[in-house]
């Protein structure tokens, strides 16, 4: 009985993660580059740039703690080991940088 009732429970888990994994790709869909506008497609290119400059006025630090997170994906602990700093820091590099990108770029979004 207790083998079953936790096989239902991991079961009953497994949907459910489906299910978010499954509503959150469908909020991510992009359209396709036919159907998009072109004022949305500059306007978006525009941004682009703006967020690649500001990150360029960053720290090095800050820039690459911020690039290995959310262009690379990785976590804060993989960050850390990759660069051979506590994991501490890195959260530290990372809100601090963000902090200065939002101070940057307040006007465009």
């Known amino acids: 009985m207790l083998t079953r009732s936790r096989s239902l429970d991991r079961l009953r888990v497994l ?3 489906l299910r978010a994994a499954e509503a ?7 359209p396709s580059a036919d159907i998009a506008e072109p004022m949305e497609d500059a306007i978006l290119e525009e ?3 703006r ?11 800050q ?3 911020i690039e290995l997170a959310y262009y690379q994906g990785l ?4 960050i850390a080991t990759q660069l051979g700093v506590p994991t501490g820091t890195i959260k ?8 200065k990108l939002r101070q940057a770029l307040t006007d465009i979004f």
């Open 24 to 30: 959150c790709l469908a909020d991510a869909k992009i």
């Open 51 to 61: 967020v690649k400059a500001a990150l360029e006025t960053l720290p090095a630090e």
């Open 47 to 49: 941004r682009s740039e």
């Open 92 to 99: 530290t590099r990372i809100r601090l940088g963000i902090s």
């Open 75 to 78: 976590t804060c602990a993989a």
């Open 63 to 65: 820039r690459i703690a």
């Open 15 to 17: 949907q459910r993660t």
